[in-house]
């Protein structure tokens, strides 16, 4: 079973949702279950699309628009991915920004998404370094 998420801006242009829709499509087809946040846009898409193709769907809500709030589910998918061994599909529109942590998603909850994901990727591979390391 092929565990994926989806990411991306809440906004899209007419243009960029024609473009958007066969390619996020074909990507799913190939999965079987879908982690995505409850935001417009990108989500919104996304969990139509999982929905009609017959995915198992799990949507993270938010509990408010504080960006804590936003980064806390956020955190939650990337938690089920990593638990689940899915792969995270990013849809940005526009480059990381300068300053971006993974405390401090400072102006874009897309990038954030990839960069929580990263450092608990990274952070996991150095616990399974030096776990092999003692061994």
Not at 7 to 16: K, Q, S, Y
Not at 54 to 73: A, E, F, V, Y
């Amino acid at each position: 079973m092929t565990t994926v998420g989806v990411t991306g801006v809440r906004n899209l242009t007419r243009a960029d949702e024609y473009k958007l829709r066969p390619e996020m499509r074909e990507m799913l087809k190939t999965a079987s279950n879908l982690h995505v946040g409850d935001a417009d846009g990108v989500d919104a898409i996304a969990h139509e699309l999982g929905l009609k193709l017959g995915l198992n769907c799990t949507l993270h809500h938010t509990d408010g628009r504080q960006p804590w709030q936003l980064q806390k589910r956020s955190k939650q998918m990337v938690d089920a991915l990593a638990k689940l061994g899915g792969t995270l599909h990013a849809y940005p529109n526009k480059n990381c920004p300068d300053g971006l942590t993974p405390v401090s998603w400072k102006g874009s909850g897309t990038w954030g998404t990839v960069c929580c994901l990263c450092f608990y990727e990274c952070r996991s591979t150095l616990q399974k370094q030096r776990t092999a390391e003692r061994n």
